[in-house]
Nanobody, 117 residues
Framework: QVRLVESGGGLVQPGGSLRLSCAAS????????MNWYRQAPGKEPELVAV????????NYADSVKGRFTISRDNAKNTVYLQMNSLKPEDTAVYYC??????????WGKGTLVTVSS
């Protein structure tokens, strides 16, 4: 079955960096675009970044543009989110997402990122 497992979250000071990873299995990873979402306490989920199946095109929320970079390694079935110049408002649970086989929506369990001094 489809499985998405995020890792790499933690506590970081403002201005710091983190790299999130999402290991995927159970589907042909290289055939699907991948997404990173986040949800801050008391807020709606926000689409943070998208990458096409071959990695040739990316898109970002305005709130993270210029600071975050999404990438993927199709040989490792893994998608990454490099987060630089982190701000307290980036604090959230970050989720990996794919609209996979048969158009079904799949989610990981998330990884918590806390930006605080």
């Amino acid at each position: 079955q489809v499985r998405l497992v995020e890792s790499g979250g933690g506590l970081v000071q403002p201005g710091g960096s983190l790299r999130l990873s999402c290991a995927a299995s159970g589907f042909t990873f290289s055939s699907y675009a991948m997404n990173w979402y986040r949800q801050a306490p008391g807020k709606e989920p926000e689409l943070v970044a998208v990458i096409t199946s071959a990695g040739g095109s990316t898109n970002y929320a305005d709130s993270v543009k210029g600071r975050f970079t999404i990438s993927r390694d199709n040989a490792k079935n893994t998608v990454y989110l490099q987060m630089n110049s982190l701000k307290p408002e980036d604090t959230a649970v970050y989720y990996c997402n794919v609209v996979g086989p048969f158009g079904r929506d799949y989610w990981g369990k998330g990884t918590l990122v806390t930006v605080s001094s």
